[in-house]
T-cell receptor, first 112, second 111 residues
Framework: DAMVIQNPRYQVTQFGKPVTLSCSQT?????MYWYQQKSSQAPKLLFH???????NEADTPDNFQSRRPNTSFCFLDIRSPGLGDAAMYLC???????????FGPGTRLLVL | DAKTTQPPSMDCAEGRAANLPCNHS???????VYWYRQIHSQGPQYIIH???NNETNEMASLIITEDRKSSTLILPHATLRDTAVYYC????????????FGQGTTLQVKP
């Protein structure tokens, strides 16, 4: 039944150690989004893919990158995590822009 | 995309209707009003959206004023499981589909 799957649900990494979060979808949607949600704040879009086209938000730090090797999978790479990158990372998909977004359960990242 | 203003928190008695207001006075003609909610420690969940007309689905009703500058989300019979942060988002004028979340309204449903 799961439509947007995020693994792992909890990730612990060390300061400066690269980490990759993964998202997969069974909906065959064209668009995949990555949001960052810090404690007690609203989700904030980092970037999104429309099919293979990558769209970066202007204020997303260079430390964050993404890959989408195929329709089903999308990865968030944090090259050198800092303490300020500790957050919930949410993946979402939609069939097209402005159609309903379906969110995964999120990956909570802790940076030690 | 237009900004929205929502009260930070509201309470509602279980079984009663919850009416969540949203102001979006700068909405443009082709922008929709979307509502999502986020239950603690889960990803946001789509509830409903509309352009001009009132909308209803199995979860909620959306009432949009005639001038489209405000709207109200109605949960007709709130349950404890409806306790969540409710986000009102306006968008649709860009081609990205990105949702700009405001701070939302924390709805506490009480027994």
């Amino acid at each position: 039944d799961a439509m947007v799957i995020q693994n792992p649900r909890y990730q612990v990494t060390q300061f400066g150690k690269p980490v990759t979060l993964s998202c997969s979808q069974t909906l065959n949607h064209n668009v995949m989004y990555w949001y960052q949600q810090k404690s007690s704040q609203a989700p904030k879009l980092l970037f999104h893919y429309y099919d293979k086209d990558f769209n970066n938000e202007a204020d997303t730090p260079d430390n964050f990158q993404s890959r989408r090797p195929n329709t089903s999978f999308c990865f968030l790479d944090i090259r050198s995590p800092g303490l300020g990158d500790a957050a919930m990372y949410l993946c979402a998909t939609s069939r097209d822009a402005w159609e309903t977004q379906y969110f995964g359960p999120g990956t909570r990242l802790l940076v030690l | 995309d237009a900004k929205t203003t929502q009260p930070p928190s509201m309470d509602c008695a279980e079984g009663r209707a919850a009416n969540l207001p949203c102001n979006h006075s700068t909405i443009s003609g082709n922008e929709y009003v979307y509502w999502y909610r986020q239950i603690h420690s889960q990803g946001p969940q789509y509830i409903i959206h509309g352009l001009k007309n009132n909308e209803t689905n199995e979860m909620a009703s959306l009432i949009i004023t005639e001038d489209r500058k405000s709207s109200t989300l109605i949960l007709p019979h709130a349950t404890l499981r409806d306790t969540a942060v409710y986000y009102c988002i306006v968008g649709g004028s860009s081609n990205t589909g990105k949702l700009i979340f405001g701070q939302g309204t924390t709805l506490q449903v009480k027994p």
